[in-house]
């Protein structure tokens, strides 16, 4: 939690910082750092006592008036791990059982082997390993930030929206929530695949004392309602010890009490303060500090502005460290003058803008918008044919107000009426209480995600001949978690096709391994420590790559063999079978497909830099002959357990093998090998292919997880040699003709 202020008291920045760390009704946690979790666990001796609260020790009579300090404050709850009320909770363990869900249906839980705890503020998680389960914590929300489950997969994107791929792929065996996050439909899609997901009540509107029934609901689905109590128990007597200290430093009399405010900060745009029912009024007010929003009549959560909270006049601002870092940091947070009567004194100015549409402005986009709408004033100047006087803007500039001359696309418009209404469309809306949810500004085109909006489709589902149903199955489906990497994959592919400049600013780190398959089909690859996408250049392979494709095949080939084999035995296959006369003899081949892979521009990875059209990857398909001819060099025998369906007009179906599909190490895990499997299977579609197989060492578990991803199942296996020494392949095959148009 960070304390920001215009004048504040150090009184009340230590009491922030003791009674966050007990408090988790509204906006803290229990505790601080919990336990690590699966092979980095590490234990906390348990303990029924109440842990001892680190306070300065003063009174309010040796502190300064509050109103004499001033500046920003980090204050942090306590810096030790969380200590769980039992060193074995499954030793008064009850399972299963069955708890109501606060959003109805009762849940049966029967194993608490893998948990997710997943809130807006991380407390259930907080409360888990308080009950001794920390280490079956699986994954963590973003605000489950401490540093000890730093390791733990983050389960959360853009903010607060669950993954439903990144969920289910940690296999959890419970997950526990509310509803301060979502998408429901993904809390949904997780029960119905059959975990257990129970939603704990909210309990802000009771204030810290809501504490204990967080703690209670969540250890009743875990199955230790006696440990509930007592972490509850404990809990409380910490909390109420820390109130207890801070009245003991707090000013006696209501009026020498410092006025602080809870402000939720979000983006540039998203400024909202919590007033009564919220939790963050019986935070504050347990800190012997009075509640500004709950004090003026706000209740929950209010939308405000820079101009609101002036007139507010509050001495101590507090706010989360997430969020000013959503904002870019202090600084832009801090824009509102350090002393209240001064602020007051320059309310009525605020921040100036005179906006002027023109063609030769500068471009108007979404951040500018953003930028704007925390603007106090504005004004639109617009100009017809010629355009407006150069000397009215350096009359402005010279009078104090900040000029924006602005063009939103490169087109000329006879006025600037037109552009003003599209600048202003833009800015209104992200205005706080304009739109009824704060997180619908961020969760859209050019928001938080960087992407473009995947399409929309209403009801009804057949219009004009146009029925969704057929064309889009997928999304009447009921699979919601299904849908929802459809429509983040259509908005990859929209983006990719409209707005190349989008993808190249994307964050590796908000980036999931279906996203990078997604940008790999769409021609972007991902390299392990380069700062963005980078284009994917997927082409024939030509003479000219040559020398420079059986390098890489002598580099690559050792990857995907067994460790049973020798370096000798490696080097002698590679000699025999991945030679420039070998790959020539392909490109001679009419039956084999051979692609290569390379990056549109040098960059950095970090395994180190690759050059721009520097080789990274390769495949190779090699059609069997349909005429009872020789095939290809280099073909293997079609294993038994390979089935050739007939081809879609009913004629006779073909077969080929995928023999090769290698990408340097240095561009692993970066979506080229997806981006060169794909265009594999279109390519045998197009030759007419209807089963095509590969073989996959059956030691090597990563290649065969790829494949199936990309639609291969298991189809037996086979035998094969490498320098003399026989080796085990798992046969995988599908069919191009059914699969090439999925994507």
């Not at 001796?45 to 040796?62: N, R």
């Not at 209807?690 to 291969?712: E, M, P, Q």
Request: charge should be negative.
């Amino acid at each position: 939690m960070r304390s920001i202020r215009f004048t504040a008291a150090r009184a009340c920045a230590l009491a922030v910082c003791a009674a966050a760390a007990a408090a988790l009704a509204g906006c803290a946690n229990i505790g601080t750092s919990p336990a690590q979790s699966g092979s980095e666990c590490r234990a906390v001796p348990a303990s029924g006592e109440p842990q001892t609260i680190e306070m300065p020790e003063t009174t309010a009579d040796q502190l300064p008036d509050p109103r004499t300090v001033v500046g920003p404050t980090t204050a942090y709850t306590r810096s030790a791990d969380i200590t769980p009320v039992s060193d074995d909770p499954t030793a008064d363990q009850s399972l299963p059982a069955t708890v109501p869900s606060a959003d109805g249906p009762q849940q049966k839980v029967t194993d608490t082997t893998r948990i997710l705890a997943l809130n807006q503020n991380g407390g259930l998680a907080a409360a888990v390993i308080g009950l001794g389960f920390g280490c079956n914590l699986v994954g963590r929300d973003i605000s489950t930030g401490y540093p000890s489950t730093a390791h733990l997969p983050l389960v959360t994107r853009g903010g607060h929206e669950l993954s439903a791929e990144a969920i289910l792929a940690l296999r959890p065996t419970v997950v526990i929530t509310d509803t301060s996050i979502g998408p429901y439909d993904v809390q949904l899609q997780l029960r119905d695949s059959g975990i257990p997901v129970v939603f704990i009540p909210l309990v802000y509107e009771h204030g810290v004392g809501g504490v204990q029934a967080q703690i209670q609901a969540v250890a009743d689905a875990l199955g230790v309602h006696e440990l509930g109590q007592r972490l509850a128990s404990r809990t409380m007597r910490e909390i109420n010890q820390v109130v207890a200290r801070v009245a003991g430093m707090s000013p006696r009399e209501y009026a020498d009490r410092p006025r602080a405010v809870f402000l939720y900060v979000r983006g540039k745009s998203v400024y909202y303060w919590f007033g009564e029912g919220s939790g963050a009024d019986s935070l504050i007010q347990s800190l012997s500090m009075v509640d500004v929003a709950a004090e003026v009549g706000f209740k929950g959560m209010s939308p405000t502005n820079a101009e609101a909270l002036i007139k507010a006049a509050p001495d101590i601002i507090i706010t989360m460290t997430l969020g000013i870092a959503s904002t870019g940091g202090i600084d832009e947070v801090l824009a509102l003058p350090a002393d209240a009567a001064a602020a007051r004194r320059l309310a009525p100015a605020g921040r100036r803008v005179l906006v002027v549409p023109t063609p030769s402005g500068g471009v108007f986009t979404q951040r500018t918008a953003e930028d704007l709408a925390r603007a106090d004033h504005l004004v639109f100047a617009c100009g017809r044919y010629e355009g407006i006087d150069a000397r009215v803007a350096e009359h402005y500039r010279a009078a104090g107000v900040e000029v924006a001359e602005l063009s939103i696309g490169d087109y000329v418009l006879s006025g600037g009426e037109a552009a003003a209404l599209v600048m202003i469309e833009a800015i209104a809306r992200l205005r706080p209480g304009v739109l009824g949810n704060p997180d619908s500004v961020v969760e859209e085109s050019h928001g938080a995600s960087g992407l473009l909006e995947q399409e929309v489709y209403t009801r009804p589902v057949a219009w004009r001949g146009l029925d969704v149903s057929r064309a889009r199955p997928e999304l009447l489906s009921g699979d919601h978690a299904r849908i929802a990497r459809l429509r983040r994959d259509r908005a990859i592919a929209r983006t990719i096709a409209r707005r190349p400049d989008m993808i190249a600013r994307l964050r590796p780190d908000d980036l999931d391994a279906a996203d990078r398959a997604a940008l790999a089909r769409g021609g972007w690859a991902v390299p392990d420590g380069a700062a963005g996408p980078v284009e994917l250049v997927v082409r024939p392979a030509a003479a000219a790559d040559l020398a420079e494709l059986a390098d890489l095949a002598a580099r690559t080939f050792p990857d995907a063999c067994p460790p049973l084999l020798t370096a000798e035995q490696i080097a002698e296959h590679v000699a025999a079978h991945l030679t420039p006369a070998r790959f020539a003899d392909w490109l001679a081949d009419p039956r084999v497909v051979l692609t290569v892979a390379a990056l549109g521009r040098d960059t950095a990875t970090r395994g180190g830099r690759v050059a721009s059209g520097e080789l990274i990857g390769y495949s190779a398909v090699l059609i069997e002959p349909d005429d009872g001819g020789a095939p290809p060099p280099g073909l293997d025998p079609r294993p038994d357990g390979v089935r050739v369906p007939a081809a879609p007009d009913g004629g006779a179906g073909l077969a080929a093998e995928l023999s090769k599909v290698y990408v340097d190490a240095r561009l692993r895990g970066s979506g080229t090998a997806a981006a060169l499997l794909a265009g594999a299977v279109r390519d045998a579609a197009a030759r007419g292919v209807t089963a095509l197989w590969l073989g996959a060492n059956d030691a090597n578990r990563r290649a065969r997880r790829a494949y199936r991803r990309s639609g291969f199942a298991g189809a037996g296996s086979r035998t094969y040699d490498v320098g003399g020494r026989t080796c085990r392949d798992i046969v995988m095959v599908l069919n191009p003709q059914e699969a090439a148009g999925e994507h």
